[in-house]
């Protein structure tokens, strides 16, 4: 069974840059053919897909997060990434990765979640 573990500071002040680390085992993040996606939910709000990194290497932006996310991967560690720019205190949430065959995820009955990570972006 595939399994997911986000890692990374929980802490991050405003204009910084967010970085989070997916940690997967018992399955490739290169086997078709999967897409890896990043979500996050704030406090007291529904959850919010961000964008995903395909099994090919492809990347996929939410538009309203495209001008600052980065999503890149590493193949020999299995893991991949999610950086997040100049962040600010409405970027607060629990950020999770998941994996499933649609590239879009919003549900979190449907595929493969890390548990979350909390991430507070405070001064």
């Known amino acids: 069974q595939v399994q997911l573990q986000e890692s990374g500071p929980g802490l991050v002040k405003p204009s910084q840059t967010l970085s989070l680390t997916c940690t997967v085992s018992g399955g490739s993040i290169t086997t078709n053919y999967y897409y890896w996606s990043w979500i996050r939910q704030p406090p007291g709000k529904g959850l919010e897909w961000m964008g995903a990194?395909?099994?090919?290497?492809?990347?996929y932006y939410s538009p309203s997060l495209k001008s600052r996310t980065s999503i890149s991967r590493d193949t020999s560690k299995n893991q991949f990434t999610l950086q997040l720019s100049s962040v600010t205190p409405e970027d607060t949430a629990v950020y999770y990765c998941?994996?499933?065959?649609?590239?879009?995820?919003?549900?979190?009955?449907?595929?493969?979640w890390g548990q979350g990570t909390q991430v507070t972006v405070s001064s």
């Open positions: 990194i395909a099994y090919s290497g492809s990347t």
């Open positions: 998941a994996r499933d065959t649609a590239v879009v995820v919003t549900s979190i009955q449907s595929g493969s």
